[in-house]
């Protein structure tokens, strides 16, 4: 029995999909459909959840029933499958009376192996008619996608979700499996609860992003910074989150006036605007879009291949979430965190304000603060913190890995030598005047105030200012200095930091690091997955292949990623198929878009035309 399961499963992923293997837990994931056991699959944003339930759809008899949250999300599945020849619909808010007449006259014929729906479609009160037609459907199963948007404990808690608690009574033969890629026990017990799972399977998967590079860089000149990142993915789609909308704008405004396609995203922009700039993003008409965190779910992108955070999110959970939307097609991306010890300060302004700022938030940031100032492997200070081991002792993938940081020599002294400008300039100061005075700045500031009289100005000249930020943010975290809570926040001494000036021996194993310098492009190590990624990939060839899926995509009215994903071009321009039939066996390329795409994709490769 077992094996004529997996067969059919694996000949459905190969023919539609074009997949050759399973990723992790996908195959028990659809074998707990397949025998009609309620399951919940916790997998992190890339992990294939989506295919854990399509697959299964085509295998056993009737309707999937697929509730989803966001209608652009919907919208995108349903295109991806149907172009892959799955025979799929949805029915929502967004559709004329005419589109779901033919719609539910398909249903109603079995035309259909997947239906999306709303959550609050399919239950609550305006649910009750449309339960009672779909029980006649045939229903196979029901997937709740983003599962955790029922919980209360959950980032991003959905009211209308709650109502899913009666499908179990209303379908009572049919079993119920839930999605999300959040990980606590707690959440995951809440839906459990909320859906009236029986004994259902729980399946929990690695939350290590081996693709992702982690980068972290004490936030110096902001735009030099981003400048760099930039230049490392000219033409590659990326998102950079700001933590006001005013930054925001003017972040925006200053990309495009430096010749990126860029736009902006937040909730003050007016709906029409919003939804224009996000559909733009993810057509590949720009490349970059500058957002606030009100951007992320429904971003089906999923050659982003970087993220970049210009100030510190709320929690290590927050940047698991954003910064995960990079690379979800499993190829390299890179993910940096641009921060200042006064990202915390404002969170924490701003939480105290709203009444959120609870013991538990409080700890939240803390560790988000022990994140950006911390020196080691990313990767497993990310893995460790969401509760799993690392096994390995160098990610390849990380900024300190990668060997680019490197450690201060003679840290205490350097501390101290810090602690005391801080004490001259009489603690009425922020970091950078303070980075200023010790690396011997004569700006404006420091002459203005004398400072280039003190004992301390120059003390540090070897180091430039922006390393001597880093050093400040780091003595933050470590507890010698402290950040006063202000609208112009100061450097001030803690009592630690007083012990420290009067005896060194305080300092215990206080390590302080920078980037090494000077880090060119052409110096970077490569991460090991940018490394293997590329391997053998013609790139000029791939960027044809792009031009042409843009074409398509564009005169079919879809996102490019809906007709091939970039892992399949990449694959394309390394084997440089010729045949039909060669292109077959390429990854990705299911037999109907064989059919469909294959002599448009062929030219191309066989160099009779060029985009
Ligand atoms: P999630 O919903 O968990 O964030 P998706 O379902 O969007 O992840 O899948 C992420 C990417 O991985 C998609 O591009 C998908 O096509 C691809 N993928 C999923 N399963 C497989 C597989 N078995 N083999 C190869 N690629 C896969
Ligand atoms: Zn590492």
Not at 386 to 394: A, I, P, S, W
Request: aromatic share 8%; with cysteine; glycine share 10%.
């Amino acid at each position: 029995m077992q094996t004529t399961v997996d067969a059919r499963l694996g000949d459905v992923i190969e023919r539609y999909w074009g997949y050759g293997s399973f990723r992790p837990l996908q195959r028990e994931a659809m074998e707990a459909i397949l025998t009609g056991r309620d399951s919940i699959v916790v997998l992190p944003t890339g992990g294939g959840k989506s295919l854990c339930f399509q697959a299964p759809a085509l295998v056993r008899a009737g309707l999937a029933v697929i509730v989803s949250p966001l209608i652009s999300l919907m919208k995108d599945q349903v295109d991806t499958l149907t172009g892959n020849g799955v025979p799929a619909a949805l029915l929502n808010s967004s559709q004329s009376a005419d589109q779901r007449t033919s719609v539910t006259a398909g249903l109603r014929e079995g035309r259909f192996r997947l239906l999306y729906v709303s959550p609050e479609r399919l239950a609550g009160e305006n649910g009750q008619s449309f339960q009672a037609w779909l029980s006649r459907c045939n229903v196979s199963f029901v997937a709740v996608d983003e599962a955790h948007c029922i919980s209360q404990w959950g980032h991003d808690f959905r009211p209308e979700y709650r109502q899913l608690g009666e499908l179990r009574s209303r379908f009572p033969g049919v079993s119920l499996h839930a999605y999300t890629a959040t990980a606590t026990a707690r959440v995951r017990g809440d839906i459990a609860t909320q859906l009236g799972l029986r004994d259902p399977l729980e399946l929990v998967g690695s939350f290590d992003r081996q693709n992702l590079v982690y980068r972290v860089l004490p936030r110096a000149n902001l735009k030099r910074q981003l400048q760099e990142m930039l230049a490392r993915h000219k033409g590659e789609g990326g998102i950079v989150y700001c933590t006001s909308r005013r930054e925001v704008e003017a972040l925006a405004a200053w990309l495009e006036g430096n010749g990126v396609r860029a736009l902006p995203y937040h909730a003050g922009l007016d709906d029409s605007t919003r939804s224009r700039n996000q559909d733009a993003f993810l057509e590949e008409e720009i490349d970059v879009i500058v957002a606030t965190v009100a951007f992320g779910m429904g971003i089906d992108r999923s050659d982003v291949r970087f993220v970049v955070h210009a100030g510190a999110p709320q929690s290590l959970e927050h940047y698991q979430q954003e910064s995960g939307r990079a690379g979800r097609d499993g190829l390299e991306a890179e993910c940096a965190l641009i921060y200042s010890s006064a990202d915390f300060m404002k969170w924490r302004l701003m939480l105290e304000k709203s009444g959120e700022l609870t013991d538990g938030v409080r700890r939240l940031l803390r560790q988000m603060e022990r994140y950006s100032a911390s020196v080691g492997c990313r990767h497993r200070h990310l893995v460790e913190y969401f509760g799993e081991r690392y096994e390995r002792m160098d990610c390849g993938a990380c900024d300190f890995c990668l060997g680019e940081l490197e450690p201060v020599a003679d840290a205490a002294v350097v501390a101290r030598k810090i602690l005391s400008c801080v004490a001259r300039v009489g603690q009425r100061f922020g970091a950078s005047h303070v980075a200023n005075v010790l690396c011997g700045s004569e700006n404006e500031q420091v002459l203005s105030r004398r400072h280039n009289q003190l004992t301390t100005f120059g003390l540090l000249r070897e180091a430039t200012s922006a390393e001597l930020r880093g050093y400040i943010e780091q003595l933050v975290a470590a507890g010698f200095l402290r950040q006063t809570d202000d609208a112009f926040p100061v450097i001030a001494l803690t009592g630690q930091g007083v012990e420290l000036l009067k005896d060194a021996g305080v300092a215990g194993d206080l390590a302080l690091s920078r980037q090494r310098r000077p880090v060119r492009e052409r110096e970077q190590k490569r991460s090991r997955v940018e490394t293997e990624a590329w391997e053998g990939v013609d790139r000029g060839l791939f960027e044809d292949l792009r031009a042409v899926r843009l074409q398509i995509a564009r005169a079919r009215g879809v996102p490019p990623y809906v007709i091939f994903h970039d892992t399949t071009l990449r694959e394309l321009a390394r084997l440089k198929p010729q045949t039909l039939a060669d292109l077959r066996t390429v990854y990705g390329v299911g037999a109907r878009k064989a059919e469909d795409l294959g002599e448009l994709f062929l030219a191309v490769l066989r160099g009779t035309t060029t985009p």
